[in-house]
T-cell receptor, first 116, second 114 residues
Framework: AQKVTQAQTEISVVEKEDVTLDCVYETRDTTYYLFWYKQPPSGELVFLIRRNSFDEQNEISGRYSWNFQKSTSSFNFTITASQVVDSAVYFCALSASSGGYQKVTFGTGTKLQVIP | KAGVTQTPRYLIKTRGQQVTLSCSPISGHRSVSWYQQTPGQGLQFLFEYFSETQRNKGNFPGRFSGRQFSNSRSEMNVSTLELGDSALYLC?????????????FGPGTRLTVT
């Protein structure tokens, strides 16, 4: 069975603060993919990153960084120097094979509010 | 480059009816995935089509079906609508299947079942 847990339901930070969104996953597969998506108030999902289970290198893209740790089954997302435009719901997701299909499981999302 | 388009944007149907939603992917993309988003169940993966073949599917009843045409446009059909089918239906297109490529999402179709 697959499971993705985003324990933080809502987070509020003041602009320019750093914030980390947690994601913990469960899967029995050795090959899987992890994702982060952003859903701003407009509703349209935005793909942020994909990471496969064999690549534990951390990744940085501008103010965004991701920390993947297989030992703790976590794939955390950090926004540095947050901005008001970062206000959105962020979803972590897991994709792995199940019965010949790629099964996709989403976390419940973390709503981030950046206060000016 | 035009983005992913979904039609209609809003739809109101009554229980028992059927509905067809359409998704036009970005030009050149052959993978189209469908997702359902509800306040209660959150985001759930419905299915994925790649080169006119259903490649992956989630845990939804057979009332939910889809297809993909030779131009990669995809349609999703829900028969015998239930109140619980009220949701935002999102589609995403990608160059590669299995979410191996970057995904681009459409604005969604908001379906209300009364």
């Amino acid at each position: 069975a697959q499971k993705v847990t985003q324990a933080q339901t809502e987070i509020s930070v003041v602009e320019k603060e750093d914030v980390t969104l947690d994601c913990v996953y469960e899967t029995r597969d050795t090959t899987y993919y992890l994702f982060w998506y952003k859903q701003p108030p407009s509703g349209e999902l935005v793909f942020l990153i994909r990471r496969n289970s064999f690549d534990e290198q951390n990744e940085i893209s501008g103010r965004y960084s991701w920390n993947f740790q297989k030992s703790t089954s976590s794939f955390n997302f950090t926004i540095t120097a947050s901005q008001v435009v970062d206000s959105a719901v962020y979803f972590c997701a897991l994709s792995a094979s199940s019965g010949g299909y790629q099964k996709v499981t989403f976390g419940t999302g973390t709503k981030l509010q950046v206060i000016p | 480059k035009a983005g992913v388009t979904q039609t209609p944007r809003y739809l109101i149907k009554t229980r028992g009816q059927q509905v067809t939603l359409s998704c036009s992917p970005i030009s050149g993309h052959r993978s189209v995935s469908w997702y359902q988003q509800t306040p209660g169940q959150g985001l759930q993966f419905l299915f994925e089509y790649f080169s006119e073949t259903q490649r992956n599917k989630g845990n939804f009843p057979g009332r939910f079906s889809g297809r993909q045409f030779s131009n990669s446009r995809s349609e999703m059909n829900v028969s015998t609508l239930e109140l619980g089918d009220s949701a935002l239906y999102l589609c995403a297109s990608s160059l590669l299947p299995d979410r191996l490529g970057e995904q681009y999402f459409g604005p969604g179709t908001r379906l209300t079942v009364t």
